[in-house]
């Protein structure tokens, strides 16, 4: 049996001054920072202004020379990915991506979530790399970091001016968010589907609004992300389903209602993985759940070095979003057989390549 032993976090977090609708409730350090600094308030103007102010969200532009990355790890699905946005305003506590928040020089915690970096130039790198010679219309996921529709999305639409991009080029492309504001593209999205150009894969963690609330704070409720699924699939948009991720101990006996809400809805397969909280994503999920659920804290916490091989998070390809163990197999075997009965076990098949329809023409290209 694993004992995990909560850490004193105490010369490892700032506490920030107001965390309200976040999901992370400090800031981390960044370990890439030789120094650290913090707000200071003199008391010299309303404190309700400060508290208020100090939890908004910024937006900051960034100029990156591509807008597609390839996707080296062996355990992760599909070759490239895109990411019109850096740090996500869902602020899900687990979420993996934090951490990556680190090299831009912000914390995982709350900076994570009110400090976006925005790539408004997005449409036109990825029509550059698509007008390519080199680009052979593989697959893009969009997303696979942060989430393209987020609540920054409302403000900037670049994942829809992405869509547009794919939708001219005939470039295949999946979708993995938690939020219903993707409907909002359903004339796009009918339009690649025809030609089996995409796939819409909704996260979904739990069907507990408490527990979404405060675990996932600005994504879609779990009754509007059921909604999408069927209004998706109503329109011929093939939907999947990503368990994404399992807690033991704290959503881990949500399984078959989960898959029993996405089945009747309309989708196609689920997938699902295990939580895994490295680096810095582990002092923020001790100390939310320790502030959350605080009689639960201990066991959910060493259910879970239980499945990742006694520590929070495990680093290693297979193994890491899988998990290992009996505690782990026993969750496996309760999704195969919910699936089953759910009819969820569904294969998806490859996405279409059809780039060549409307590659420009090099005799074109001379008048």
Not at 138 to 162: H, V
Not at 168 to 176: A, F, L, M, R
Not at 177 to 202: G, P, Y
């Given at each position: 049996m694993v004992y995990y032993v909560v850490n004193d976090l105490d010369n490892d977090i700032i506490i920030p001054k107001n965390v309200k609708g976040r999901g992370a409730l400090v800031n981390t350090h960044n370990k890439f920072d030789k120094h650290t600094v913090e707000d200071f308030w003199d008391g010299s103007y309303n404190d309700e202004e400060f508290l208020t102010n100090s939890n908004e969200t910024t937006f900051t532009d960034i100029y990156p020379k591509t807008i597609i990355n390839k996707v080296d790890s062996p355990d992760v699905p599909g070759s490239w990915s895109m990411n019109p946005y850096q740090g996500c305003e869902h602020g899900c506590v687990y979420c993996y991506a934090r951490i990556t928040h680190e090299y831009w020089g912000y914390s995982a915690g709350t900076d994570f979530e009110k400090t976006i970096l925005v790539k408004k130039d997005a449409a036109a790198l990825l029509t550059k790399?698509?007008?390519?010679?080199?680009?052979?219309?593989?697959?893009?996921?969009?997303?696979?970091?942060?989430?393209?529709?987020?609540?920054?999305?409302?403000?900037?639409?670049?994942?829809?001016?992405?869509?547009?991009?794919?939708?001219?080029?005939?470039?295949?492309?999946?979708?993995?968010?938690?939020?219903?504001?993707?409907?909002?593209?359903?004339?796009?999205?009918?339009?690649?589907?025809?030609?089996?150009?995409?796939?819409?894969?909704?996260?979904?963690?739990?069907?507990?609004?408490?527990?979404?609330?405060?675990?996932?704070?600005?994504?879609?409720?779990?009754?509007?992300?059921?909604?999408?699924?069927?209004?998706?699939?109503?329109?011929?948009?093939?939907?999947?389903?990503?368990?994404a991720p399992i807690i033991p101990g704290l959503n881990s006996d949500e399984v078959f209602d989960i898959c029993e809400a996405v089945g009747n809805a309309g989708a196609a397969s689920l997938g699902h993985t295990m939580v895994r909280l490295n680096g810095a994503i582990a002092l923020l999920f001790e100390d939310w759940i320790l502030k959350t659920f605080p009689l639960k804290a201990t066991r959910v916490l060493n259910l879970i070095a239980e499945v990742q091989g006694g520590k929070l998070g495990n680093s290693t390809f297979g193994e890491r979003m899988k998990g290992s163990g009996m505690m782990a197999e026993s969750i496996h075997q309760q999704v195969r057989l919910a699936k089953k009965k759910h009819n969820l076990s569904y294969k998806p098949k490859p996405l279409g390549n059809t780039l060549h329809l409307h590659k420009p023409s090099t005799q074109l290209n001379l008048f």
């Open positions: 790399k698509l007008k390519s010679k080199s680009w052979k219309g593989e697959p893009i996921m969009l997303s696979g970091n942060t989430d393209c529709y987020q609540p920054a999305e409302k403000k900037f639409g670049i994942t829809r001016e992405l869509l547009e991009v794919c939708l001219k080029y005939n470039q295949p492309v999946g979708i993995i968010t938690k939020n219903a504001l993707v409907c909002r593209d359903i004339d796009i999205l009918k339009k690649l589907a025809e030609n089996n150009l995409v796939q819409v894969h909704m996260s979904i963690t739990t069907l507990d609004e408490n527990l979404r609330r405060t675990m996932e704070p600005r994504t879609s409720s779990s009754a509007n992300r059921i909604k999408t699924i069927t209004q998706l699939s109503s329109h011929g948009i093939p939907v999947h389903v990503m368990l």
